[in-house]
């Protein structure tokens, strides 16, 4: 991830294998890490079971917030590609119970695409 892109708020792909090893404690038997993205300090990791949020808190990061997200609790979610003018992607994803959606940016070079095919993957499978 650039730094220009950690700046204005941009997240970017985190290989897999990196994920596993870092925050592998958080999964059970079986779960394995699909995609991850950073978003600065913080990450959201797609698992085959849920989406995890990562939250580092304060200005040394040691305190960390962990939101754990069933798939099911996903009532719909939003794509939107960047543009020509409009360097970023969005992704909109609405949680049961919560009245405003978790909102997160993508830099152009990610394609939202994968992550829309992750989500799709396991909410329609229900």
């Known amino acids: 991830m650039g730094l220009f892109d950690g700046l204005i708020g941009n997240a970017s792909e985190v290989k897999t294998g990196d ?57 719909h979610f939003a794509v939107e590609t960047a543009g020509t003018f409009d360097l970023d992607a969005e992704l909109k994803i609405w949680i049961s119970g919560m009245n405003e959606p978790l ?17 799709a993957n396991y909410i329609l499978k229900k």
């Open 19 to 75: 994920a596993q090893k870092e925050f592998g404690n958080l999964l059970i038997e079986g779960e394995q890490i699909e995609k991850a993205y950073k978003l600065i300090r913080d990450l959201f990791l797609f698992t085959n079971k849920r989406l995890i949020l990562i939250d580092k808190q304060g200005l040394s990061g040691k305190k960390v917030e962990y939101h754990s997200i069933p798939y099911s609790n996903i009532t």
């Open 103 to 119: 909102s997160k940016t993508f830099n152009k070079s990610l394609n939202i695409y994968d992550v829309h095919a992750v989500l």
